[in-house]
């Protein structure tokens, strides 16, 4: 990743900002090579996507995958913990930085964004744009289809029901779904003992 120039300082203020510059564009790009380059991989080639890894993301630890092909606008301001799998289609729009904990589960076709454009029309014709930072804590098991919009936190141990539209912050150690997504019930002691609506955990998995 190139160093920091006062262009690419813009995307991480919050503020509004021109997204189509020519210099956004040409460091952008350098990235979008990376991750070009990870989804041509033949799939049994394990290591040559855990090395590719590093580069293309912020942070990235040990035993992370993302299923080919995910995309990301940028990759090297998203951060992933350790242990972090995605399926099918992940979509990233980092333009300012996405954070992933340890263990988080992602399924296919997640779209997390921090990325926004303002309500009227003049700006959005000059190519203005502001962004907000994605936090997902450890343990978080996002379902399929899931959308997470700008400055949105996702507590740690969190279950987000497929097809959900988080719009705003969802505190840990719960189950929470919808559209906008809403906490629906706390993760409990029964959730401990059972799993698929009431089957028992067999003891040796206990």
Same mark, same amino acid.
């Given at each position: $990743?190139?160093?920091?120039?006062?262009?690419?300082?813009? %995307?991480?203020?919050? &503020?509004?900002?021109?997204?189509?510059?020519? !210099?956004?564009?040409?460091?952008?790009?350098?990235?979008?090579?990376? @991750?070009?380059?990870?989804?041509?991989? &033949? #799939?049994?080639? $394990?290591?040559?996507?855990?090395? %590719? %890894? #590093?580069?293309?993301?912020?942070?990235?630890?040990?035993?992370?995958? /993302?299923?080919? #092909?995910?995309?990301?606008?940028?990759?090297?301001?998203?951060? /992933?913990?350790?242990? @972090?799998? *995605?399926?099918?289609?992940?979509? /990233?729009?980092?333009?300012?930085?996405?954070?992933?904990? &340890?263990?988080? $589960?992602?399924? #296919?076709? =997640?779209?997390?964004? *921090?990325? *926004?454009?303002?309500?009227?029309?003049? /700006?959005? +014709?000059?190519? $203005?744009?502001?962004?907000?930072?994605?936090?997902?804590?450890?343990?978080?098991? @996002?379902?399929?289809?899931?959308?997470? %919009?700008?400055?949105?936190?996702?507590?740690?141990?969190? =279950?987000?029901?497929?097809?959900?539209? @988080?719009?705003?912050?969802?505190?840990?150690?719960?189950?929470?779904?919808?559209?906008?997504? +809403?906490?629906?019930?706390?993760?409990? !002691? !029964?959730?401990?003992?059972?799993?698929?609506?009431?089957?028992?955990?067999?003891?040796?998995?206990?």
């Amino acid at each position: $990743m190139a160093d920091y120039t006062p262009e690419l300082n813009a %995307l991480h203020t919050g &503020d509004l900002y021109q997204c189509n510059s020519p !210099e956004l564009f040409r460091v952008q790009m350098e990235c979008r090579a990376l @991750v070009h380059r990870y989804n041509q991989l &033949d #799939p049994r080639d $394990m290591e040559g996507h855990t090395a %590719l %890894l #590093p580069r293309i993301f912020a942070e990235a630890g040990q035993g992370c995958f /993302l299923e080919p #092909p995910f995309f990301a606008n940028w990759g090297c301001f998203t951060h /992933l913990g350790s242990n @972090v799998y *995605a399926n099918f289609n992940l979509t /990233l729009t980092d333009d300012t930085h996405i954070y992933i904990g &340890d263990h988080v $589960m992602i399924g #296919p076709n =997640v779209t997390i964004t *921090a990325a *926004a454009h303002p309500i009227h029309p003049e /700006l959005r +014709r000059k190519g $203005m744009q502001y962004n907000k930072p994605v936090t997902i804590g450890a343990n978080v098991w @996002v379902g399929a289809g899931v959308t997470i %919009l700008p400055g949105v936190t996702i507590g740690e141990n969190t =279950v987000i029901g497929a097809g959900s539209v @988080v719009t705003r912050d969802i505190p840990a150690n719960v189950v929470a779904f919808g559209s906008p997504c +809403r906490v629906v019930r706390p993760i409990g !002691e !029964e959730d401990r003992r059972t799993f698929d609506h009431g089957r028992p955990i067999p003891p040796q998995l206990l």
